[in-house]
């Protein structure tokens, strides 16, 4: 697969006749081209790209990264205080039914969505990239139909599940169940919508919607129906607000979509390669799969299988606490990630190799203060979600290092994923699952809710050795802060 700075600077036209033909295959594109497996790749164009400096790539990491981290740390702190403010609200039992149902919710929306909210910023890039209006007009409409007709299909199926077992579950914790099934499509239409304005390369209209202006309107309404209307809240009016919420970032998102598309992808007629982008999605759901799968969701369903729903409301305060050890990270490796395929497309390795020792030191930079907060003042924060949640302050320290593990090593599986080794990260990330599952359902039942913590920073430490050592042999790479300053030579065969 060709690599997109191998394609930079470059203009492609598509032929008319192909884009007024169903399912044709497009002309090669950023991210796009597709080759023979033992066909040798074409050299990166010489000169299409100026090469920047070590001091200008400094500036051009913090300058775009700001506005990410920035609505990233509102957003985060945003999240925070809409947790507070549920487990104040609802109580201990209520609040976790309220995260059990959301847990659920979000494990089956990775197959709603079918990853094609990922695979939007790849193709939305590319065609807009070369001017393939048709394709994306009709990558915009496919994408919309499948994820729009999978994740209905999805809740209605998951709705009939609930009324059948409707007998042998509490009532509060079905009804949250039927309430996050009508939550599911709404908050997937919502997520490609936000994906493909992140293809336009319009980060903050993406954001904007759903890290800031879901969580306020979601808040205020709790706070207006407990405190305004003395109504009572309860884990399914929660998330029936949280409909709400979710309902009014997606119609501001839609807005915005309509405002950053381009006139002529408006007035371009529709071209389809459905097969190409469905078999493209299915990829990079495996790889989503065993992410969900070593993630804290995972934890927070099999503590509520085999502990309750309490201890399940405990689990997803602290983790929702640790979570904000790698927010920065993530703020920065989402600028990071297309520049680090380019550069490894025009076979700029010694600069790669610059941004990634840059971005490892920011990592260390923005995650270790955290950290040693989060240790420092354990209980006096999760005492904010209630007195039950002090009692699990050895946890939210525990994932806090798993979180900063993840945070300073976890960029290796991105870079074996933007440079064409995702089968290499697919192995080592549903490996990882697959030991997260075993050792989650082995240490749990013995060892409690630091049973769960210990089995996901194991798995973590053991997946980012893997992802590691693989890129490491792949691409000859170091993660190493400050790596020495050597033009890197690619593998041989």
């Known amino acids: 697969m060709a690599h997109a700075g191998e394609w930079a600077g470059r203009q492609l036209e598509t032929d008319a006749n192909t884009a007024n033909t169903a399912d044709a295959r497009p002309p090669s594109a950023p991210g796009v081209a597709r080759t023979p497996p033992d066909a040798e790749q074409p050299p990166p164009p010489p000169g299409d790209q100026a090469r920047i400096e070590s001091a200008d790539l400094a500036k051009l990491i913090v300058r775009g990264g700001a506005w990410s981290l920035a609505i990233s740390a509102t957003g ?36 709603g969505k079918f990853e094609l909210d990922t695979a939007s910023v790849r193709f939305v890039g590319a065609y807009s990239g070369t001017e393939q209006w048709s394709f994306l007009r ?10 729009g007709g999978v994740s209905l299909a999805i809740a209605l199926v998951g709705g009939v599940i609930v009324f059948a077992l409707m007998d042998r579950l509490a009532r509060n914790t079905a009804l949250s169940f039927l309430a996050a099934s009508l ?30 202006i879901r969580p306020i309107v979601f808040v205020a309404s709790v706070l207006l129906l407990r405190f305004a209307l003395d ?29 950053v598309l381009p006139q002529r992808a408006r007035e371009a007629s529709e071209a389809f390669d459905t097969r190409y982008w469905i078999r493209t999605a299915a990829g990079l759901l495996v790889i989503s799969g065993g992410q969900v799968i070593v993630s804290t969701n995972s934890d927070v369903l099999v503590v509520g299988s085999l502990l309750g729903t309490q201890p399940a409301g405990q689990y997803g305060a602290a983790s929702q606490l640790a979570s904000a050890v790698s927010f920065g990270v993530s703020a920065i490796s989402f600028i990071a990630l297309p520049m680090i395929a380019d550069m490894h497309a025009r076979g700029a390795l010694r600069q790669l190799q610059e941004l990634i020792s840059y971005v490892a030191r920011l990592g260390l930079l923005l995650s270790v203060p955290v950290l040693i907060a989060l240790v420092i003042a354990a209980r006096p924060l999760l005492s904010a979600f209630g007195p039950s ?105």
């Open 231 to 259: 109504g009572a809240v309860t884990a399914p009016v929660a998330v029936l607000l949280q409909l709400g919420a979710t309902t009014v970032a997606l119609l501001l998102t839609v807005w915005f979509l309509r405002e």
């Open 76 to 111: 985060a702190a945003l999240s925070l205080g809409v947790h507070l403010v549920l487990a104040r609200t609802l109580g201990a039992e209520e609040y976790g039914r309220y995260v059990f149902a959301l847990a659920w919710m979000n494990v089956l929306m990775l197959v």
């Open 183 to 212: 939550l599911l499509p709404v908050t997937a239409m919502g997520q490609l919508k936000a994906s493909v304005i992140q293809g336009f390369k319009h980060v903050v209209r993406a954001q904007v919607p759903t890290l800031l």
């Open 389 to 493: 949640f002090a009692d699990v302050s050895w946890l939210l320290i525990l994932l806090g290092f798993d979180q900063l593990v993840g945070a300073i090593f976890g960029i290796a599986g991105y870079l074996l994923v933007m440079t064409g080794h995702q089968v290499t990260a697919a192995r080592v990330i549903i490996g990882s699952a697959v030991l997260n599952l075993v050792l989650t359902f082995a240490l749990t039942p013995l060892f409690g809710l630091m049973g769960a913590g210990v089995a996901t920073t194991i798995t973590t430490i053991v997946r980012c050795y893997l992802l590691t050592t693989s890129m490491r042999g792949a691409l000859r790479l170091s993660l190493a802060p400050w790596a020495p300053r050597r033009t890197a030579t690619p593998p041989t065969e």
């Open 138 to 147: 009709g990558f915009l409409r496919r994408s919309a139909q499948i994820v």
